[in-house]
């Protein structure tokens, strides 16, 4: 130890060399430590030289790895390019499994949509095959009439409107893919709705031996049996047939269930036969020709009438029946709220009159129900009669015109209780029996004068 202290003391004149000194400083350690202390100083001694070495920019770390795992979870984590770890400035603990959370709720969620929609697709594409080709529909034959110069649009249009597809859209991807269009005829043809599109335009595409089409007028106030008697005139179909087959027949509109099926009624659906123009063609299937009568009157019915119906606490036979007198006494729209409102009086006031006492209620029983039921029914006569029957008759004497139905559901506001017409078309009002007495004898006046006029 001397030694070392006299080298430090010599420092300013006379200076031992660096690698003379430490030769000696290693040798003097050698000889006072014990072997494990000379080998872990030869470890010293090695590093103190590595460290004479010139120092590198970049350092390591050595960490025991016992010591590592004994590190908090949140300080194992990769430190980004920033200094924050991967999870952002998120809290350790819960923080951090709220957010994992929230993620699988978000697949979980994603993926029911996927699901749902990938089914809903699965089934609108087994519904539209099944259309496409169709599977599982109807065998019966309807008639299509397809008008001169029609488009792929009409054309699927009415293919919808009538039964036989129920996709227009599909039908006209399915026609431009085929080529057909531009290429489709007119006239009436007779489909199937279990006929697939391939079909259904070959078929279209071929000229049709049935362009004749017949048109029929129907008339307000017609009754069935003079509809009938047209349709044979113009050979539609046979009187008798369409009688039969219009009566009895069902094709699922709703109003139909609110039909009186009271059987003294003779014709079931007297009143339901829309007045409009209609197109036919010679030979017509029959039940064709009363889908076409039911649909039209269907469609003629809006919900703004039933409301009203409901509004007035009417059914819609009642109102079809009110409105049938109403068709028949006033003949014009002039006078059918006023007329209306000499019926809805007597209806609302049944104690003082308990009859309609309508003429032309005798003319329908004279002149439709006699002339063609098998056998005599004086019960049926008597409930269509209004001079024996108590407020309105069974059902509809005529088929009436929408003016003739909404007269029935906006009556005209005012007082009278009788009404009488002459030969001119002038009606007559009045409140009391007295009143309407003196207005028949006037009436009768005018038709004397008529009557010799026309001699």
Not at 150 to 159: E, G, K, M, R, W
Not at 269 to 275: D, V
């Amino acid at each position: 130890m001397d030694g070392v202290d006299n080298e430090h003391k010599n420092d300013g004149t006379q200076r031992v060399p660096k690698d003379d000194r430490e030769r000696m400083v290693d040798e003097i350690l050698k000889e006072t430590q014990s072997p494990q202390q000379t080998a872990g100083q030869e470890q010293t001694h090695s590093a103190t030289q590595e460290e004479t070495q010139p120092k590198k920019e970049t350092f390591q770390l050595y960490i025991e790895d016992e010591e590592y795992h004994r590190l908090p979870d949140y300080e194992k984590k990769p430190v980004s390019k920033s200094g924050v770890t991967g999870e952002g400035n998120t809290a350790p603990g819960g923080k951090a499994k709220k957010k994992k959370k929230r993620h699988w709720i978000k697949v979980l969620v994603v993926s029911t949509i996927i699901v749902v929609a990938s089914l809903a697709l699965s089934i609108v594409c087994l519904i539209s095959v099944q259309d496409i080709l169709g599977i599982n529909k109807a065998d019966t034959e309807i008639d299509i009439n397809i008008p001169y110069q029609s488009s792929t649009a009409q054309i699927a249009d009415i293919l919808e409107e009538n039964g036989v597809i129920e996709y227009p859209w599909l039908f006209r991807v399915i026609s431009k893919m085929s080529g057909a269009d531009g290429q489709y005829q007119y006239g009436i043809y007779t489909l199937r709705p279990n006929m697939a599109y391939e079909e259904i335009i070959r078929n279209l595409k071929q000229i049709s031996d049935r362009r004749n089409d017949i048109r029929i007028q129907v008339t307000e106030g017609m009754t069935i049996n003079e509809v009938a008697k047209l349709l044979e005139e113009n050979k539609v179909c046979e009187a008798k047939s369409f009688i039969h087959s219009f009566n009895n027949a069902s094709f699922g509109y709703s109003f139909e269930e609110q039909i009186n099926e009271n059987p003294l009624k003779f014709y079931k659906m007297e009143g339901y036969l829309f007045p409009d123009t209609y197109f036919f063609f010679e030979d017509q299937n029959v039940e064709t020709v009363c889908e076409k009568f039911l649909k039209n009157f269907n469609d003629k019915i809006t919900p703004a009438l039933y409301q009203r119906m409901e509004d007035m606490n009417m059914t819609l036979e009642e109102t079809l029946t009110l409105a049938s007198l109403i068709q028949a006494e006033a003949g014009g729209t002039d006078q059918m709220k006023e007329v209306s409102g000499v019926f809805y009086n007597r209806l609302h006031n049944p104690e003082a009159f308990p009859k309609l006492e309508s003429d032309v209620t005798i003319q329908y029983v004279e002149e439709d129900i006699k002339p063609n039921i098998q056998l005599p029914n004086q019960d049926m006569y008597d409930v269509y009669n209004t001079y024996k029957c108590q407020g309105l008759p069974v059902g509809p004497i005529c088929n009436p015109g929408l003016e003739a139905i909404e007269a029935a559901l906006y009556p005209a506001d005012h007082t009278y209780y009788f009404f009488v017409t002459d030969l001119r078309g002038q009606f007559y009002y009045a409140q009391t029996l007295a009143e309407h007495n003196q207005n028949i004898q006037v009436a009768e006046q005018v038709n004397a004068q008529v009557q010799s006029e026309a001699e």
